[in-house]
């Protein structure tokens, strides 16, 4: 059984930093992809970034270069680190894997970032 377990989030004032990390289990081979997505209050959910097994990332425009995301090898977790944070990254943040052509989410972190 896949499971995915965030962690991290919490409440911090604009400028500051938080890492996020997403314990995967139940899915050691046959994962191409994890990510980090989120969702703001009356919004769509939208893609933050993500991680290619082979090791290449992408990032959403909003994030490039405040944020990095990061796995290790094994593919037992992904982890945002998130600075400079905005009000804008206000929202729950969920990671995401993409496990034998299927995606794979965890339950979300509330990430509140105060101005």
């Known amino acids: 059984q896949v499971q995915l377990v965030e962690s991290g989030g919490g409440m911090v004032q604009a400028g500051g930093f938080l890492r996020l990390s997403c314990g995967v289990s139940g899915a050691i081979f046959g994962i191409s992809d994890m990510g980090w997505s989120r969702q703001a209050p009356g919004k769509q959910r939208e893609s933050v970034a993500a991680?290619?097994?082979?090791?290449?990332?992408n990032y959403a425009d909003s994030v490039r270069g405040r944020f990095a995301i990061s796995t290790d090898k094994a593919g037992t977790t992904v982890d945002l680190q998130m600075n400079s944070l905005r009000p804008e990254d206000t929202a729950v943040y969920y990671c995401w894997i993409r496990y034998v052509g299927r995606d794979y989410w965890g339950q979300g972190t509330q990430v509140t970032v105060s101005s």
């Open positions: 991680i290619a097994r082979g090791g290449s990332t």
